[in-house]
């Protein structure tokens, strides 16, 4: 289980993406911190050479949060197979209410194998 926490800026409020919209988090914003906390959860766990990837996401948003709130995405691993992860996963501001909730599931890649399927290398950072 882990918990990934961020303070809301402007740059996450669906008012910067959607001209008129209301300058609150947004939904594709939550997703985001809810697959790292996932990917941040199993990392440690994975043998070297591996990664997850995002498979899938069924997510309720069910509150707003302004600018300037903190939201926690917290994430439980529910069931581990061969060549995936899955997670419950949700989503609270300010630890006063639960923002969103859902499921989400990981892919395990093989990184050497992956670049040579697919003929690209990671970034070098």
């Known amino acids: 289980m882990l918990r990934h926490a961020i303070v809301v800026t402007p740059d996450m409020t669906v008012g ?7 300058q609150v988090y947004a939904t594709p ?3 985001l ?5 996932a990917g941040l959860a199993v990392a440690a766990a994975l043998p070297p050479g591996y990664v997850s990837v995002g498979m899938s ?7 707003a949060t302004p600018i300037g709130g903190r939201v ?16 419950e ?5 300010n630890d006063l209410g639960k923002i969103g909730a ?3 599931r990981r892919g395990l890649v093989n990184i050497p194998e ?3 399927r697919y003929g690209v290398h990671q970034a070098v950072v």
Request: without cysteine; neutral net charge; glycine residues 8%.
């Open 57 to 63: 996401v069924d997510i309720r948003h069910i509150g």
């Open 89 to 93: 996963i949700e989503a609270a501001w």
């Open 16 to 22: 910067h993406f959607v001209p008129g919209m209301p």
């Open 29 to 31: 914003m939550m997703i």
């Open 114 to 116: 992956f670049e040579r």
């Open 33 to 37: 911190h809810m697959e790292m906390a």
């Open 102 to 104: 859902g499921t989400h």
């Open 72 to 87: 926690g995405a917290l994430a439980r691993v529910t069931r581990v197979e061969a060549k995936s992860v899955l997670f």
